[in-house]
Every structure is written in structure tokens, then in C-alpha cells.
């Protein structure tokens, strides 16, 4: 595992960016639902309109690193909204496009993601209380959709896409860890709460999940077919109607679309699959 905290240039196209230059007040934090080599070519593609400033994930197993597509000095039209488009550095996370457990950032995104953001603020001297520290207000219910951001650089500096937007963007992005590895960071310390990400995750992963299986060469179930699985007892129960997939998914969520490795990875090995 390796971390690379010097953002890469991937400049936005010039008809993504409005090139105006700006002092950054603090972040917004987004999740990509998808990943870093397809986020940073859509970016980089005058076709798109937008970008953000940032974004964080992997390009290759192991290697994890920051893409600078519109430097922080610059403004940049990631945010819907002008007011944070003036004032946050906006940063995307890479993430499974799938809803649920499968959707949230690695345990790694949020370590750089806690990183960079620990660097900006140090970099912008970002204060809050008279000192240099980060502090998280998220609105999930929009309430500053299309307005100015009260407070924003003065009381927090950290918020989500979905304060300001009608979507669950960063959905399962963990900022408060987040910004609480950062703060720790900035004050010099070593993490104790770095555990929390990998034990938060372990929890998530082992809870019971409906999934729809992803592996044209069949070796753990049929494709599109979708399975119940229980990581605890690691069984897989395959769903035989489209009803009881239905009444599963109330409870458990809708089904996700899982690969061999993500499967091999959660259940450690092929087990059986039994019918219901
Ligand atoms: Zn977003």
C-alpha cells in the first residue's frame, strides 16, 4: 500500500473550468460513484462542462494518489452552486457505483482523502476558533440548496456535495472520520481513530446483503441472478423469485452488483451455494 499526497496534474479542459483565481475557505466533499481513471478522463473532456478540483483514488492495485484537475487557487464548477464554487476546494472520492455497504470509499481513500485535507488547511490556514483545525457540518435535507452557505469558513469548513445539491452525494463517504484523522494530523499526532475506518468497514461488510452476481465466468453464481448473502454464517442462498428478491431487498436494500473479487474477498473462498 502506498500513498502519493503530491496532487498529479490532470487538468480540467478549458471548457470545464471558468478560470478565475480565489482564496479557498474550505472543502466539499464528493464521491465519484465510479472510479479515478474514468472520473479524470471525464474531466479532462471538453464534452463534460464541469470538474471539480480533486479527486482521489487508485489507478493501480496498491497505489493511491490525489488528481489535480483545477488547482485550489482556482474556482471550479463541481458544486452546482456558485457560492461553493467560489469558496471550497471540491474533492471526489472513488467509489463502487453500486448503493449500499459496496459504496463506500476504502479504508485507503479516506486515509489520503484525511491527509490532503489536513495539508489544505494548513496550506490555507483555515481557522476556526482561532486555530488551524477542520469542522464538519453536513445538511443531508439541502437546506442551502441554491443559496450562500452560512457560516461556511467561519463556523465549519468541511461540508457534503448534498448540502447545496438535490443528490446523496458523498453517500457513504465518512467525513466526520475524515475530518477527525485530519485534525489529528494537524495537530501532530498519530491516529488512534485510524482503526475506526477498517472496523466501521468490517462491520458494514459482515451485515446481510442481497447481491446480483457480476462474474460472466460463472464461478460463484449465475450472472444477473440474485443472491442473499450472510457473511456471519458464510452461506449464500440463492433468490429463486422475483418477489421474495423484492421483500429481501425492503429489508436488506436493493441488490448489488458484486464481482468474483469483491465476493472472494468478503466471503474468503467459493462456498457453497445453497437454493432456497
Ligand atoms: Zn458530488
Redesign the pocket.
Known amino acids: 500500500m502506498s500513498y502519493n499526497e503530491t496532487p498529479i496534474a490532470y487538468p480540467a479542459a478549458g471548457a470545464n473550468r471558468p478560470g478565475r483565481s480565489r482564496r479557498p475557505l474550505g472543502i ?1 466533499d ?2 465519484m460513484a465510479g472510479y479515478l481513471p474514468g472520473t479524470s478522463a471525464m474531466f479532462m473532456n471538453p464534452s463534460t462542462g464541469y470538474a ?1 478540483n480533486y479527486g482521489i483514488g487508485s489507478m493501480r492495485s496498491g497505489v493511491f494518489e490525489i488528481h489535480e484537475y483545477v488547482p485550489d487557487d482556482q474556482v471550479a464548477w ?3 452552486n456558485d457560492f461553493l464554487n467560489t469558496y471550497a476546494v ?1 474533492i ?1 472520492h472513488e467509489n463502487n457505483r453500486a448503493a449500499g455497504p459496496a459504496s463506500k470509499p476504502t479504508p485507503e481513500v479516506h486515509e489520503l482523502s484525511a491527509r490532503f485535507h489536513a495539508a489544505l488547511a494548513l496550506k490555507w490556514d483555515w481557522r476556526i476558533d482561532g486555530r488551524v483545525q477542520l469542522v464538519l457540518r453536513d445538511f443531508p435535507n439541502h437546506d442551502f440548496y441554491e443559496r450562500s452557505v452560512t457560516g461556511f469558513g467561519t463556523e465549519f469548513n468541511v461540508t ?3 448540502t447545496v ?1 438535490l ?1 446523496d ?2 453517500r457513504d463517504l465518512d467525513m466526520q472520520w475524515i475530518v477527525d484523522r485530519a485534525n489529528t494530523i494537524i495537530n501532530g499526532g498519530t491516529a488512534p481513530q485510524q482503526l475506526t475506518i477498517w472496523q466501521r468497514q468490517e462491520k458494514e461488510i459482515r451485515m446481510p446483503y442481497l447481491m446480483k452476481c457480476d462474474d460472466s465466468e460463472g464461478r460463484y453464481g449465475e450472472i444477473g441472478k440474485v443472491y442473499y448473502i450472510l457473511v456471519e454464517a458464510a452461506t449464500v442462498t440463492e433468490v429463486q423469485s422475483v418477489a421474495e428478491a423484492n421483500n429481501l431487498a425492503l429489508r436488506f436494500g436493493d441488490a448489488v452488483s458484486v464481482t468474483y473479487a469483491t465476493f472472494e474477498k468478503r466471503l474468503g473462498g467459493k462456498p457453497t451455494v445453497t437454493p432456497v
Open positions: 466539499v464528493h464521491h471539480t463541481g458544486n452546482g471540491s471526489e457534503g456535495h448534498r445539491a443528490k452525494c458523498p
